[in-house]
């Protein structure tokens, strides 16, 4: 749109130089919006993407002490709230650097449920103005007809620094699932055409049965692979809570998952499933090794019980991509030890709305 009307000129950023040249709008882009603006996400001629950056995003960050140690569960300081945690970094670009260069096992393990990261760039718009960018693996590369949902995860958005946002419903579904659609859009697996495509503006306004009327479209029910869809999306789901169950470092706020297939791979046959680094799967029911490498063993909670997932070879038909990933990091605070519950209660529930048909079991 006109939004993204720009002259470009690249400047070196801080990952090896290599020629890029006329950056486009990011055509696939369906989240991304700030105060009722779309942000102009981009492509180079290499498939790359160019996210804008939003610099010293946490207000508080360098302010308190950012000793990362949980303090002692009997302290007289421990809140129940998350006003004194502090920031990770001060941006997403420094969360992003912080991951490829941590030798922890909770961010080796998270590296591989993120976009993978090329650096930063700086793009100079019409009035001079050089904006800084980072620079993003491409989820849709090579797909003809993404469709792509944004899904942000959390009962609240607060972090420090943004006393507002601690009482205050953005979405209408946030409070009671813990998630809410920011970003829709669905292509028809048989005709190829639009089914629909909801923008943030709308997706605020969206009841529970709306959001959940939102994500039965994008299962394609009417496609018989609609089930191995599910399948995929929910063993990648799991790895992600695995993730939550274990690490105790991290809070997230703000944060989404993406999730994205090519509806011209849905065809009336059996397939091939594969995560977006090409490894095949196909999640079946006995429980064991994880997409990514995790084995998923979800707590007991209340209500239905999470499944467990398995990765298995189904050499059929022809390939059908779907990608999960985490994104959204300009948010992330240290967690005092305690696991991100706000996080996870979302997660759980997308992933029983996932796994309703397919029945996972543990």
Request: proline residues 5%; neutral net charge; charged residues 25%.
């Amino acid at each position: 749109g006109d939004v993204c009307r720009r002259t470009f000129l690249i400047f070196n950023g801080d990952i090896a130089v290599h020629t890029m040249s006329d950056p486009t709008p990011y055509r696939h882009q369906v989240g991304g919006w700030h105060k009722g603006i779309q942000s102009c996400v981009l492509k180079d001629k290499e498939g790359l993407i160019l996210k804008p950056l939003k610099l010293n995003a946490n207000p508080t960050y360098g302010q308190k002490d950012s000793n990362p140690m949980p303090r002692s569960s009997t302290s007289d300081s421990r809140k129940d709230s998350d006003e004194e945690l502090n920031p990770v970094c001060k941006d997403e670009l420094e969360f992003y650097q912080h991951l490829q260069t941590s030798s922890s096992q909770e961010d080796v393990m998270l590296k591989s449920l993120v976009p993978r990261f090329f650096g930063s760039r700086e793009v100079v718009v019409e009035d001079g103005t050089a904006v800084p960018h980072l620079v993003l693996g491409d989820l849709a590369a090579g797909f003809q007809l993404p469709c792509v949902v944004d899904i942000k995860m959390g009962r609240t958005f607060y972090y420090p620094g943004k006393e507002q946002y601690k009482n205050k419903v953005k979405y209408a579904t946030q409070r009671e699932l813990g998630f809410c659609l920011t970003g829709l859009r669905v292509f028809h697996h048989k005709n190829g055409h639009l089914i629909t495509e909801l923008r943030p503006d709308a997706c605020k306004r969206l009841t529970v049965t709306q959001v959940f009327e939102g994500l039965e479209m994008f299962c394609q029910s009417d496609s018989s692979s609609s089930i191995d869809l599910q399948k995929a999306v929910v063993t990648q789901l799991l790895c992600i809570h695995d993730w939550f169950l274990k690490q105790r470092t991290y809070k997230i706020r703000c944060g989404s998952i993406l999730i994205l297939y090519d509806a011209n791979q849905l065809g009336n046959g059996q397939q091939t499933l594969q995560t977006a680094t090409g490894d095949p799967l196909t999640a079946v029911v006995n429980g064991g090794l994880g997409v990514c490498g995790c084995t998923p063993k979800p707590q007991p909670m209340t209500g239905d019980p999470l499944p467990a997932a398995n990765s298995d070879l189904e050499m059929c038909g022809h390939t059908l991509t779907v990608t999960v990933k985490m994104i959204d990091f300009a948010h992330v605070l240290y967690s005092d030890g305690e696991r991100d519950e706000n996080y996870i209660f979302g997660l759980e529930n997308l992933i029983k709305f996932f796994n309703k048909r397919v029945n996972i079991k543990r």
